[in-house]
């Protein structure tokens, strides 16, 4: 009798234990639920009022210059583009139609030599100058001269090149002139023709 006594309560107990363990994941459960419908959140403190100063932060000294970022327009002057077609031809440039190359630089066909002009805004005026470069005035802007590849360099003698550079509000335009004597049929005085073709083309680029 003492034996099946304690076989009953000890399933009782199991039985206990096994009905306690189910309400608590019931309750667990009940907890999960709720808190999914219901996140707790912040009380709502009403509208946030975002407001700006120009003045210090007391105490503390800064560098920074205002504007913070300076933006620049990535196209200012196309020579390609902005160059009327029949100004090139007027000016023998356009033995070949006028050819995009990368960036803001346009390529022009002179027949017996070749031109490019091109845009930077990414470079200074002062940054591109050679220390032989010569000053000039052309047409009322801050241009400078210099030799690219010179006839006297050895090394280059089948190529001659000169440059013109102007100092614009976005950087530098650079106009250079560059011929082969093998493939000439006369010879070129490149200094003065490129200076020439600047004169003559100034009223169309952008400063």
Avoid at 129 to 138: C, G, K, N, R, S
Avoid at 183 to 188: H, I, N
Wanted: charged letters at 20%.
């Amino acid at each position: 009798m003492d034996t099946e006594r304690e076989a009953r309560a000890a399933r009782g107990g199991v039985v206990g234990r096994m009905r306690l363990l189910s309400a608590m994941c019931a309750l667990v459960a009940a907890v999960i639920v709720v808190w999914q419908t219901n996140p707790i959140t912040p009380a709502d403190a009403g509208p946030v009022d975002l407001r700006s100063t120009s003045l210090p932060i007391s105490g503390v000294s800064s560098s920074i210059k205002w504007p913070v970022i300076e933006t620049t327009d990535p196209r200012p002057f196309d020579p390609c583009e902005d160059i009327p077609i029949d100004v090139i031809n007027g000016l023998g440039l356009g033995f070949t139609p006028p050819e995009h190359e990368d960036g803001l630089r346009c390529h022009y066909d002179a027949g017996n030599y070749q031109m490019a002009v091109e845009a930077f805004v990414w470079r200074t005026y002062e940054q591109t100058l050679p220390p032989d470069a010569v000053e000039m005035d052309i047409a009322g802007h801050r241009a400078a001269q210099y030799w690219i590849l010179k006839p006297s360099d050895r090394n280059n003698r089948f190529w001659f090149s000169c440059m013109i550079a102007f100092d614009t509000s976005y950087g530098v335009l650079q106009q250079s002139l560059f011929y082969a004597p093998v493939y000439s049929a006369d010879d070129v005085d490149c200094m003065q023709t490129n200076l020439q073709r600047a004169q003559q083309l100034v009223p169309f680029y952008k400063f």
